[in-house]
């Protein structure tokens, strides 16, 4: 095999870092404003979409353990854009909402996704292809838990 093939920069893994890290840099200039970080941004777009959530759907909808999720819902929380309270019917499970302030920034969040595709030069469809295949990628068929 060539030097060429060997190479870090000819490896899936390499793609796939850089590519995450400008996904996160390119996020960075429009979560500022809003007071979100990264990882911030995806729990308040997923809690738009169908809150209350339970902390460990809401982990597993994002890949995230809860060593991960529960200090960012922490962070949330003190920012006033979540709330987390014990669910009446089952003291486990906490369950996690959007606060009023979390909702008003809503409009902001979804808008971040068009203008993400804008810089990146991408079609919907090209978005729809391109999570497809990474959606493969991160969750293969035959992948047991």
Do not use: W
Not at 8 to 19: D, E, I, P
Not at 33 to 47: D, K, M, N, R, S
């Amino acid at each position: 095999m060539s030097a060429k093939h060997n190479s870090v920069g000819t490896q899936l893994s390499f793609a796939l870092y850089g590519a995450a890290n400008r996904m996160v840099r390119l996020h960075k200039p429009f979560l500022e404003p809003l007071g979100l970080t990264f990882p911030q941004y995806l729990v308040i777009l997923e809690l738009l979409d169908g809150a209350p959530l339970s902390v460990g759907d809401l982990g597993g909808r994002l890949g995230m353990d809860t060593g991960t999720i529960t200090p960012l819902l922490k962070r949330l929380e003190t920012s006033g854009f979540v709330t987390r309270n014990r669910d009446p019917n089952d003291e486990r499970r906490v369950l996690v909402d959007v606060t009023t302030r979390g909702r008003e920034i809503g409009p902001d969040v979804r808008r971040i996704t068009d203008q993400i595709r804008s810089a990146c030069q991408l079609t919907e469809q090209g978005v729809d292809d391109l999570r497809k295949t990474l959606e493969a990628l991160a969750h293969p068929a035959n992948e047991t838990k």
